[in-house]
């Protein structure tokens, strides 16, 4: 069995996790933004952990041409905004409208051609893997350096905030305390090119697809609320091994959606 860690916290005071609770659990507020409608929590600190802020646009003075074809603008060709990196370009450029879930836009908004192939790789996680993450799998878990063990359920919570884990006991684990996220393979050891893919992985944090091995559990390092004493969780997949190695690979997903939230 093999560790490889697929995630590092910075520990900076996100906006995320800031402790405020609000009498309405999870209200949803319509904004709107240059950009289009975003439908956003009522409280910001209920604010998706994968959720990205809306970029500053490029100002206009700035940008005489399109940034990606050069070509000049003036009162035929028009400048045009891409809603997720913020710079400018011509229509031909910037034509494609793609949902952007991350900005909570209601509606798929314009954007470059870099940033609509990053986001339509997005929605596929919204689609499915999401979907995987809060359907949940059967873990067989262990808290800490103790000895006991038990099954339970873990899923993500509708908000995407927290880890619900449910057994005999329930606790919970907040996404933006994460510290490390280590997945466990199961069978042989990785092939020699998989070792590399993980290498670059610990240096970009980018989570690699690639790999022969199966996921078979994770080890996660986590603080609770207002304490500053990590806590470690080692999940090992329970009697449905293909659903929990599936929640297994989502999860991975969504450890480089969570890196870039809290980078960004
Ligand atoms: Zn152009
Ligand atoms: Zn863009």
Redesign the pocket.
């Known amino acids: 069995h093999t560790y490889f860690l697929v995630l590092r916290s910075k520990w900076k005071s996100n906006k995320a996790s800031c402790g405020k609770m609000s009498s309405v659990p999870d209200g949803k507020k319509l904004v709107r933004s240059p950009s289009g409608l975003r439908m956003v929590p009522e409280n910001g600190a209920f604010n998706s952990p994968f959720s990205l802020c809306e970029p500053q646009w490029v100002p206009d003075k700035e940008c005489p041409s399109?940034m990606?074809?050069?070509?000049k603008f003036d009162f035929l060709t028009r400048k045009h905004h891409c809603r997720r990196c913020g710079r400018c370009?011509?229509d031909?450029?910037?034509s494609t409208k793609v949902a952007l879930p991350r900005m909570c836009f209601v509606d798929p908004v314009r954007q470059c051609g870099e940033c609509s192939r990053i986001s339509q790789k997005e929605v596929e996680f919204y689609d499915k893997q999401l979907k995987v993450l809060m359907g949940g799998g059967t873990f067989i878990v262990t808290s800490g350096t103790s000895e006991k063990s038990e099954t339970m359920i873990c899923r993500l919570s509708n908000n995407h905030r927290y880890l619900f884990l449910d057994g005999e006991s329930h606790f919970e684990v907040e996404l933006t305390r994460i510290s490390s996220m280590q997945v466990l393979t199961d069978g042989s050891a990785p092939e020699e090119n998989d070792i590399q893919s993980y290498t670059s992985l610990l240096d970009s944090q980018y989570i690699s697809e690639g790999g022969n091995s199966r996921a078979s559990g994770m080890l996660l390092h986590y603080k609770r609320m207002g304490s500053l004493d990590p806590q470690q969780l080692r999940m090992e997949a329970g009697d449905d091994k293909k659903t929990a190695s599936s929640w297994l690979a989502a999860m991975h997903k969504a450890a480089k959606l969570l890196y870039e939230a809290r980078d960004q």
Not at 68 to 71: L, P, S, V, Y
């Open positions: 399109c990606q074809c050069n070509k370009f011509c031909k450029c910037c």
